[in-house]
C-alpha cells in the first residue's frame, strides 16, 4: 500500500500510517509514551505524535493553539486541506452555534427511543447468518450493524450502505495515502448529501423526521442569541461527519470486542453468564481498543510537555495510548472486565469530546448482547496474529474470522 521507507525509530520518524503501527500501534504507544511522550517524524510535512493522558489533555483544549482546522495527518499538505467538516473543523467560538443544534438527536431520550429498531436490525443480521459455523465476525455484523443505523437516521434507504462503506473507507483508509481516492469519496459524499437536502428542501413541511431534516432546518446561535440557519457547507460538513463519525468507530470496536471475546473464553463465559456486567465491560472494551487518534493544527510555535513544537505542523493525540496511561489507569495493559474507575477518553476530551457517544454505546451494547443471546459461545478461527488491522485514524480489524461452537 505504502512505498514510505521502514521506520528507523519511532520516536523521531513515526509513520502512524503503516502496517506496522496498524498492526502493532498500542505497543508502540507504549514505547513511546516512557521514552518519548511527544516523538517527531519529518514525513507528512513534518508532525508530532502526543502519548501522554495529561498532555493530550492540556493540547485538545488549548483551542487557540491547536487548532481542529485540520484533523488528520496524511500525506496531504496541512495547508492544502480544506475539507469542511462541520463541527469538527471549526474551533470556538464558531465551533459551538453549529454543534449544539446537533446534540438532541444523540440525547439519552433519543437513543432509547431509537434502541427497539436497533435490537430489531441486530436480530437481523444475526438471521442472515443462521446456523453457519464460520462467520466474519467483522464483514458479517460488525460493520453492517453501524451502517445501517445511520442510513435508518439519515432517512435513506439501506441499500446506501456498500456505498457508506466505501466512502469511510476511500476517505479515512486508503485516502490517507492516495489522496486521490480521497477526493473521489469526498466528491461523492458531497454530491449525496447535497442531493438528500435539496430533495427535504423541496418536500417543505412534508420532509420525513431525519437527520438530514435535523440538519436542513438547524440554526446556530451567537453569542447576542440572534439565530442564523446554517450555511450549505456547514450542512453538508454536518452529514458528512455524522457519516464519517458514526460508522467506522462503532465498527471498529464492535469488531475489536468480537475478537477479544473469540480469543478471551474467560470473558466470554463471565460476560454471558453476568450480563449486568455488560455497561460496565462496554467501557473496558472502549477503553482497551479505543480506536480514534485524531489530529490538530499547530496554529504558532508552542511546546507540549516542554518540547518546542512548530507552528504550521500538525500533532497527533492518540487518546488510545492515553487509556492506557499508568498514572491513571491500575494495570493499564491488562483488559479488566469489571474494571471500575474507568474515566477513559476513547471519545476523546474538550469541546470537541464525541456527540454521538450515547449513541455508540448503545450500538455497542445492543450488538454486543444481541450476538451473545444467539451465540454464547465461539471463538477466532485463525491465529491472532493472522487479522488484519486498519490503517488510518480509526483502528479496527477488518476481518474477525470466527468459528461458532456447539
Ligand atoms: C465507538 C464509537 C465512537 C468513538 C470511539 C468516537 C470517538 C470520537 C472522538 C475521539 C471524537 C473527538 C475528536 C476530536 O478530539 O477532535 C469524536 C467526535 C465526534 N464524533 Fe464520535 N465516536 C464514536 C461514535 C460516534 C457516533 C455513533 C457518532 C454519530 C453518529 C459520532 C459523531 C461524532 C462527531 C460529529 C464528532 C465531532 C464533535 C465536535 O467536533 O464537536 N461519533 N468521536
Not at 143 to 148: A, G
Request: with cysteine; proline share 8%.
Amino acid at each position: 500500500m505504502s512505498e514510505r521507507p521502514p521506520v528507523a525509530d519511532w520516536a523521531t520518524d513515526f509513520d502512524h500510517l503503516s502496517e506496522e503501527w496498524a498492526a502493532g500501534g498500542p505497543e508502540i504507544m507504549a514505547d513511546l509514551r516512557e521514552r518519548c511522550p511527544v516523538a517527531s517524524t519529518e514525513r507528512f510535512y513534518g508532525a508530532y505524535l502526543v502519548t501522554r493522558h495529561d498532555d493530550i489533555t492540556k493540547t485538545a483544549r488549548d483551542t487557540e493553539t491547536f487548532s481542529n482546522r485540520v484533523t488528520a495527518v496524511n500525506t496531504n499538505h496541512p495547508d492544502k486541506i480544506k475539507l469542511d467538516l462541520s463541527p469538527i473543523t471549526l474551533d470556538p467560538p464558531e465551533h459551538g452555534p453549529v454543534r449544539r443544534p446537533l446534540l438532541p438527536s444523540f440525547s439519552p431520550k433519543a437513543t432509547a427511543e431509537l434502541e427497539p429498531t436497533v435490537v430489531a436490525m441486530a436480530e437481523r443480521l444475526l438471521d442472515g447468518i443462521g446456523d453457519r459455523t464460520l462467520v466474519d465476525g467483522a464483514l458479517d455484523y460488525a460493520q453492517l450493524l453501524p451502517v445501517e443505523v445511520m442510513s435508518h437516521l439519515f432517512g435513506v434507504s439501506a441499500d446506501m450502505g456498500p456505498s457508506f462503506r466505501r466512502w469511510v473507507d476511500g476517505v479515512i483508509k486508503e485516502g490517507q495515502i492516495d489522496l486521490d481516492i480521497a477526493r473521489r469519496a469526498a466528491r461523492e459524499v458531497q454530491e449525496f448529501f447535497a442531493n438528500q437536502l435539496d430533495e427535504r428542501e423541496e418536500l417543505g413541511d412534508g420532509a420525513p423526521d431525519d437527520l438530514v431534516t435535523t440538519v436542513l432546518r438547524a440554526e446556530a446561535e451567537s453569542p447576542d442569541g440572534s439565530t442564523r440557519p446554517f450555511t450549505r457547507k456547514e450542512r453538508i460538513g454536518a452529514l458528512f461527519v455524522l457519516m464519517l463519525g458514526g460508522i467506522d468507530t462503532t465498527w471498529s470496536t464492535l469488531g475489536s470486542m468480537l475478537l477479544h471475546l473469540g480469543t478471551h473464553p474467560d470473558d466470554l463465559e463471565r460476560l454471558v453468564g453476568e450480563p449486568e456486567l455488560m455497561p460496565t465491560a462496554i467501557e473496558e472494551f472502549l477503553r482497551f481498543y479505543s480506536p480514534v487518534t485524531i489530529a490538530r493544527y499547530i496554529t504558532e510555535d508552542a511546546d507540549i510537555a516542554g518540547c518546542p513544537v512548530s507552528g504550521g505542523k500538525r500533532v497527533l493525540l492518540a487518546y488510545p495510548s492515553a487509556n492506557r496511561d499508568p498514572e491513571y489507569f491500575d494495570r493499564p495493559d491488562e483488559f479488566i472486565l469489571d474494571r471500575e474507575n474507568n474515566r477513559h477518553m476513547a471519545f476523546g476530551v474538550g469541546v470537541h469530546r464525541c456527540l454521538g457517544s450515547n449513541l455508540a454505546r448503545m450500538e455497542l451494547e445492543v450488538g454486543l448482547s444481541a450476538w451473545l443471546r444467539r451465540y454464547p459461545r465461539f471463538e477466532l478461527a485463525v491465529d491472532p496474529s493472522e487479522v488484519p488491522w486498519s490503517v488510518g485514524p480509526v483502528r479496527g480489524p477488518r476481518s474477525v474470522p470466527i468459528r461458532i461452537l456447539g
